[in-house]
């Protein structure tokens, strides 16, 4: 059977506005104890977009944390107790100025349980109409429609290797 660890003593090491990292001190099996480092955040959502021509929309930017340029689904960060439905829908016409009122949920997952609490909403809609981008002044964002066969192709090449695209686009199939 496996054991629900108990927190014994908590601390924050870092708050900040995207994330905070607390170290905490847990009971283990057989009474020992144990350090686990948590990065705490508050959830996201990513979504895959169908154009009229059946394209995929995805976003390229650059990503610090792995020094590369990568092609992604638009997705961003849920804003205090904002629904992931309504963040979702916020997020893509900031990132891509599509508008879009009618967003399929495909699933929800956890991007890496071992150390962080983020949680991944992925939805699927298709484009209702056209807008403007409405970037962040830090975002930097090259909008690409891929057929979505294409998209699928690159998922399996590893041409796509952000998770959330990835597993976005695999799970969008049957509404292709």
Do not use: W
């Amino acid at each position: 059977m496996v054991c629900k660890e108990k927190t014994l003593e908590s601390e924050y090491i870092y708050k900040g506005k995207i994330l905070s990292l607390r170290k905490d001190l847990v009971s283990v099996k057989d009474g020992n104890t144990s350090y686990r480092e948590i990065v705490e955040h508050g959830g996201a959502v990513g979504i895959v977009c169908i154009d009229d021509e059946g394209k995929v929309i995805l976003v390229k930017q650059y990503r610090k944390a792995v020094e590369k340029v990568l092609m992604e689904i638009p997705a961003g960060k849920i804003e205090g107790r904002e629904q992931p439905y309504y963040c979702a829908i916020r997020e893509l016409e900031e990132e891509t100025g599509v508008i879009s009122d009618e967003m399929i949920f495909l699933g929800e997952f956890y991007l890496s349980a071992g150390f962080s609490s983020e949680k991944m909403y992925l939805y699927f809609c298709k484009v209702k109409k056209q807008g403007l981008q409405k970037l962040d002044g830090d975002e930097d964002l090259e909008i690409l429609r891929l057929d979505y066969e294409k998209a699928l192709e690159m998922v399996y090449n590893d041409e796509i290797s952000d998770a959330k695209t990835a597993i976005g686009i695999m799970l969008s199939k049957k509404y292709i």
